[in-house]
């Protein structure tokens, strides 16, 4: 049933790389029911499809309207093998309409191309248009950190194994317990929650600039006093008093996604981009930086926050007009590669400092995204 529809929609290079499977599995589908044919030809699919990372080299993706953030995005979730693991394990929809709105199964055929091709560049169209439908337009300036959250819920809630489901949630999401104390009577709530990445201030409270990424992170785990129009009301003490409000960490994924607020509102409201210097390590241990208030988890998780640097998605230009690019490590070769749409080059480590940024540059190449790897256990 689903045998001659699905050859009439592949690309005619996916049909030639599946014609001999299709032929022989023409012959047995006649004795098996639809629900097995369809499996059967879910598992041969997704076995065509080439690992990730640069197997026949770097591969680029054509601008095909303001894609570059799209784009920038699609190389890191690419390169990540953990990631493309993931992918290919999944269910191929069995109708045209359910594949041409498949988020997952678009960058699946997308991920093929790159792999199984020998061109520089591929166009990226059908999964840009795919993405359309659910309101990422073409020909409009995204933001990379919300670009981010919108692609992975999307693939997420289309992932139909929920096996895939529980390992991409653990691939990628951070494990926080928020504490409320009030400072009258001691009354203390503690909530878990998650977070995909973690959205770390470039400023303090009194607006200096933090120097370095480690700032960063402790003073976005530190405590945080609530008073005056600030206060929470208390049920214990029946009115509204001071808080102590603080948030410590949990558990922390393989793949770590943090997100630097370059973009911050200013007088008026107004947005504007912070590009001052800020320096950030190819080598992260979160034990280092953070104090134990500010942690809850044994010693077998924390032993585990070792990281290294695996890519940086960068932003150069203004809030209204810019331009993004991806600096991505190759976890075979650990060689850094500059994927700035259909064009790709190898760079080096000083070239990826180069997105630490300027105070005096304002339109200059600054880091917006930080992908942290963990390390293996060695």
Request: proline share 4%; aromatic share 10%.
């Amino acid at each position: 049933m689903g045998q001659k529809s699905g050859r009439q929609e592949r690309s005619k290079k996916l049909e030639l790389a599946l014609s001999e499977t299709m032929k022989a599995a023409t012959e047995v589908q006649s004795n098996k029911d639809e629900a097995e044919g369809l499996k059967a030809k879910d598992q041969r699919l997704t076995s065509v499809f080439g690992v990730a990372d640069l197997k026949n080299g770097a591969i680029g993706l054509y601008n095909v309207g303001q894609s570059c953030c799209l784009n920038s995005l699609l190389q890191v979730f690419l390169m990540n093998i953990h990631f493309t693991g993931i992918l290919r394990r999944m269910t191929v929809p069995p109708r045209a309409g359910q594949k041409n709105r498949n988020v997952p199964y678009q960058m699946l055929l997308l991920l093929e191309e790159m792999q199984c091709g020998k061109q520089k560049a591929v166009f990226p169209t059908p999964l840009a248009l795919c993405l359309s439908g659910y309101r990422v337009k073409l020909f409009v300036q995204h933001d990379a950190a919300q670009l981010f959250l919108t692609l992975w819920n999307l693939i997420k809630d289309q992932m139909k194994k929920p096996e895939l489901v529980e390992e991409l949630s653990s691939l990628y999401t951070i494990c926080v317990q928020e504490h409320l104390a009030c400072q009258k009577c001691s009354l203390e709530t503690k909530r878990k929650s998650k977070m995909l990445t973690l959205p770390l201030p470039m400023l303090d409270a009194d607006s200096c600039v933090l120097k370095t990424l480690e700032d960063c992170l402790q003073y976005f785990f530190r405590p945080e006093e609530l008073t005056d129009h600030n206060m929470c009301f208390c049920e214990q003490c029946g009115r509204k008093t001071p808080f102590l409000q603080s948030m410590k960490l949990v558990h922390l994924p393989q793949t770590l996604t943090i997100h630097l607020k370059r973009f911050c509102f200013g007088e008026s409201s107004y947005v504007h981009k912070l590009s001052h210097y800020l320096p950030f390590p190819q080598d992260l241990d979160f034990n280092a930086i953070l104090t134990e208030n500010q942690c809850q988890a044994d010693d077998n998780e924390k032993a585990s926050w070792q990281y290294e640097l695996f890519a940086v998605v960068a932003h150069s230009g203004s809030t209204s007009c810019g331009h993004y690019c991806a600096y991505i490590r190759s976890l075979t070769e650990c060689k850094w590669y500059c994927f700035n749409d259909s064009q790709v080059c190898q760079v080096s480590w000083d070239d990826v400092k180069c997105t630490y940024g300027h105070s005096n540059l304002n339109w200059t190449e600054t880091a917006y995204l930080l992908i942290y790897m963990k390390k293996c256990p060695k």
